[in-house]
């Protein structure tokens, strides 16, 4: 009698599902349970740096789409986030249910996004790149300067969202919020990539000649991969606005677009859980370096504040490192773990 070994399908559908065999759907709801469980064990720090995270991921997973997964540069995507929390913003301040107005500030992000993306069909690699750091110029003066819309440099105030009456205000309760968004969007993506719009992002980004010659519409999949980014980078800017509680245009500079392009190259691109691998490892390194610093202020009290000033040096060194030892990101690395633990004791 002999039994299988190892997965096998007859169908491309059987291969195309996100969990192909019952041990990793076994995982993935223990881990959902996990995370479900995590706030009862959770200080109102650490809670707030989970919190981060999910907002994080949602902007990580939705720039990832568009730069790792269609290969359309920006340097833009900070902007981009600040136009979804303007806009959540002055819906709510307008009587707008907290649901509807992210719904909407999605939606204005992504047509914003989807005027910025036109350029893309003439333009590839660094000039593209070059033209969404012109949004992001543009879109940061209009924040400035946007008067009663934006609040100009005083910003604007939010409150606690609400839904049914029920006030997300104390960071165990926003937890479940933004989890439930966040989950959400990491759904959302991965079920674009195993549709033909993930395929043809793929192709594009490969190779857009082939791809145009086999009928791969490239003005079209461009703009939507812009619109798709867009819209999950204004759902992450709105959840942020109503998270702090406040929004001004210095929060959504350059430096914001150039972190998230870290979060997916240290990732990986083109992977959704490299997106959650790229948020997780640049939104704890601050917290790592301060406990670091603070552990040797006690015994070098002179060198704490040479740590303080060497902390964007840091961060540049390993996005360096990376580059150089990890090119494929975390998601590669992952990868290889799961493969040696798949073969062992066998593995080679």
């Not at 491309?12 to 192909?20: R, S, V």
């Not at 949602?58 to 979804?84: D, K, P, Y």
């Not at 002055?90 to 992504?110: K, Y």
């Not at 893309?120 to 879109?139: D, E, F």
């Amino acid at each position: 009698m002999q039994g299988k070994c190892g997965l096998f399908f007859t169908s491309y559908q059987g291969e195309a599902q996100i969990f192909q065999s019952g041990f990793q759907k076994l995982m993935v709801g223990l881990f959902i349970l996990a995370l479900i469980a995590l706030p009862a064990i959770l200080n109102v720090h650490l809670t707030s740096i989970m919190n981060t995270i999910f907002i994080t991921v949602i902007g990580a997973v939705a720039l990832n789409l568009l730069t790792g997964v269609c290969g359309q540069i920006s340097l833009g995507h900070g902007a981009f986030i600040g136009v979804g929390a303007y806009a959540a913003g002055q819906c709510t301040l307008h009587g707008v249910p907290f649901p509807l107005a992210i719904l909407v500030a999605g939606l204005i992000t992504a047509m914003v996004g989807m005027v910025f993306g036109i350029p893309s069909l003439r333009l590839k690699g660094i000039y593209l790149a070059i033209a969404t750091l012109a949004a992001q110029l543009v879109l940061e003066y209009v924040f400035l300067h946007g008067g009663a819309m934006t609040g100009g440099s005083n910003g604007l105030l939010l409150e606690a969202p609400q839904i049914l009456g029920f006030t997300f205000d104390t960071e165990w309760r926003m937890y479940y919020l933004l989890f439930f968004f966040a989950a959400a969007a990491l759904l959302m993506v991965t079920n674009i990539m195993r549709s033909k719009y993930g395929r043809a992002f793929i192709s594009i980004r490969d190779y857009y000649l082939s791809a145009e010659i086999v009928g791969v519409n490239l003005f079209w999949y461009k703009l939507v991969a812009f619109g798709v980014s867009s819209f999950l980078a204004g759902v992450a800017g709105g959840l942020a606005a109503h998270y702090t509680g406040y929004i001004s245009a210095e929060q959504f500079n350059i430096g914001m677009s150039i972190s998230y392009l870290a979060m997916i190259i240290i990732g990986g691109l083109g992977s959704v859980i490299g997106s959650v691998f790229g948020a997780i490892f640049i939104v704890l390194l601050p917290e790592v370096l301060n406990i670091i610093s603070n552990g040797l202020g006690s015994y070098f009290p002179d060198i704490v504040q040479s740590i303080v000033a060497l902390k964007e040096g840091v961060f540049g060194l390993v996005l360096i490192l990376f580059l150089i030892f990890e090119p494929e990101g975390l998601a590669h690395r992952w990868r290889l773990i799961k493969a040696y633990w798949k073969l062992y004791p066998f593995a080679h």
